[in-house]
């Protein structure tokens, strides 16, 4: 008879109750019928669709407000595909998103997308209709919530998350979000299985022609996305192709598909009619994207007048209008730069992106007011790492250092550089009351017996001040002695230092334990 330790213990228990949790688990998937693992029941699919659908709106460029009668268009045909899934309960919702990038993508509980710029590369209303169907198939079918047990089985219940949310049309915003916005973000770029894009295929031409549409269209565009993906089209490939890669196996599988479910509707008259304003107005938004590109390089000049052009192609679109607005806040015009956010916001005062900006121009104008109510603004429609680490500076010019703190908080930890400053901040306001989530110290034993320690400094600040406790123990835990250590000098951002106690090894048979217990920011 063997006995566990305390730890060994607590694992063996946690496998036996996971074990029992997936073997529980299980259910019938609402479209293929199979039985399946399942942890995220209809209630929390149809919540994290509910909870992140605006976030990933946002994320993406925000919705294309330019051509109502387009995008109730696309809503009519999806509606009328989601009436004849398998699950025409859940609380569908359709968008376009202002984005040229050809795209279109599924949150859990049907929540549903597509891009501007995959609209103009389709030629039939049957084509919107093969797109949107296998998007409906991706919620109806659970493969996002699929995708997350997945995480939750391999994570042991626990999934972390956290995306950059530019790309597209926006590569140059380089922002993160932050907190459960990276969630939504996490969502929408998660590349789907061959066995879901295959049935994603097969149940949305079935879709398709209970709608009375052709399923053969969804072959066609299948092999035009084959031949697109050979020939390395780089906006396909950072767009539909990273979360829906094309195979030949799917262009013959469609074939024969198709070929069991007959005939139907093509209707490309009536989709040509609809998309020709959307055509018409693609010199606009290349220029828009070309305007992007100069801002990056710092030819704000050269980006304020291809917004211009932009803007005299197509005066309705909000973005070129910002556009005008990010050249003016480059060149440090911050009064002409707030001007160009107020006819942005005029055009759609739902979009993040435009607030915060705003709001960044007014602070640098000393309008703290103004700027406080324009990143808060932006906050509650996607949190990003820039808009909290002004609103902390703002608060911490105020004096409110227990709100700077939180806002800091929320934007140190990521990769960039935003994220680098905001956790210097963090640190600086936090280290003394809590130094040992910046300091790390560790105890060895040197050749002549003595008990050394090694202060190191993860944080970005230099630290001075520094004290350290140490307590040597016998086997059973008991204290034998102690020591107040101070450590001499600072020590520098992210270096260590290493120096002697007056405790022995041999005081040490128990082990010996050390803690920072004060330490402030170097002057």
């Not at 060994?8 to 998937?29: F, H, I, K, T």
Request: charged fraction near 20%.
């Amino acid at each position: 008879m063997s006995i566990l330790r305390p730890r060994a213990w607590s694992q063996s228990l946690w496998v036996l109750l996971a074990s029992v949790l997936l073997l529980s688990a299980c259910g019938v998937n609402p479209v293929t019928g199979k039985r399946e693992f399942q942890l995220v029941s209809e209630a929390q699919e149809i919540e994290i669709g509910e909870e992140n659908y605006l976030f990933a709106r946002q994320a993406q460029g925000g919705e294309y407000s330019v051509d109502p009668t387009l995008s109730a268009y696309v809503s009519e045909v999806a509606a009328r595909l989601a009436a004849v899934s398998d699950r025409p309960e859940l609380p569908y919702e359709f968008v376009v998103i202002n984005d040229s990038t050809p795209n279109a993508w599924a949150l859990p509980g049907g929540k549903i997308a597509v891009n501007r710029g995959l609209l103009s590369e389709l030629d039939s209303e049957a084509e919107l209709a093969a797109v949107l169907a296998h998007e409906i198939v991706h919620a109806a079918a659970r493969h996002g919530a699929k995708g997350m047990e997945r995480g939750i089985a391999l994570q042991a219940g626990v999934f972390a998350v956290g995306a950059a949310v530019a790309g597209g049309d926006h590569p140059q915003y380089a922002d993160l979000a932050v907190g459960a916005a990276s969630l939504a973000s996490n969502l929408i770029h998660s590349k789907y299985g061959r066995g879901a894009e295959l049935e994603a295929d097969r149940y949305g031409m079935e879709y398709m022609a209970r709608a009375g549409y052709d399923p053969a269209a969804a072959v066609d565009l299948q092999q035009t996305f084959v031949r697109l993906a050979e020939g390395g089209e780089r906006s396909w490939l950072a767009g539909l192709f990273a979360s829906h890669p094309p195979s030949q196996e799917r262009v013959a599988a469609n074939r024969d598909t198709a070929a069991s479910l007959g005939s139907g509707e093509r209707h490309r008259e009536r989709y040509q009619r609809m998309i020709a304003d959307l055509k018409r107005v693609a010199p606009a938004y290349a220029k828009f994207q070309q305007g992007r590109e100069a801002l990056a390089k710092g030819e704000f000049e050269r980006a304020y007048a291809l917004a211009g052009g932009a803007i005299a192609i197509e005066p309705r679109e909000a973005h070129f209008y910002s556009l005008l607005g990010d050249a003016r806040l480059g060149q440090k015009r911050y009064g002409d730069a707030v001007e160009h956010y107020d006819q942005a916001l005029a055009r759609n005062d739902q979009f993040y992106y435009y607030y915060r900006q705003r709001g960044l121009a007014r602070q640098e104008l000393n309008d703290p007011s103004g700027a406080r109510a324009d990143l808060q603004k932006s906050l509650t429609l996607l949190p990003t790492e820039l808009a909290h680490y002004a609103l902390g500076n703002l608060a911490l010019a105020n004096d409110q250092a227990s709100v700077a703190l939180a806002h800091f908080r929320a934007a140190a930890g990521q990769k960039s550089e935003v994220g680098r400053q905001a956790y210097a901040q963090l640190a600086r306001l936090d280290l003394a009351e809590n130094p040992d989530r910046y300091l790390q110290v560790q105890a060895a034993v040197d050749g002549r017996g003595r008990v050394m320690l090694r202060v190191g400094n993860r944080s970005p600040v230099a630290v001075g001040d520094v004290v350290v406790h140490v307590g040597a123990f016998d086997p059973s835990g008991r204290l034998l002695a102690r020591e107040r250590v101070r450590v001499p000098g600072t020590v520098a951002a992210g270096q260590a230092r290493v120096l002697a106690t007056g405790l022995s090894a041999g005081a040490a048979v128990g082990g010996v334990r050390a803690v920072v217990v004060q330490a402030r920011v170097a002057r």
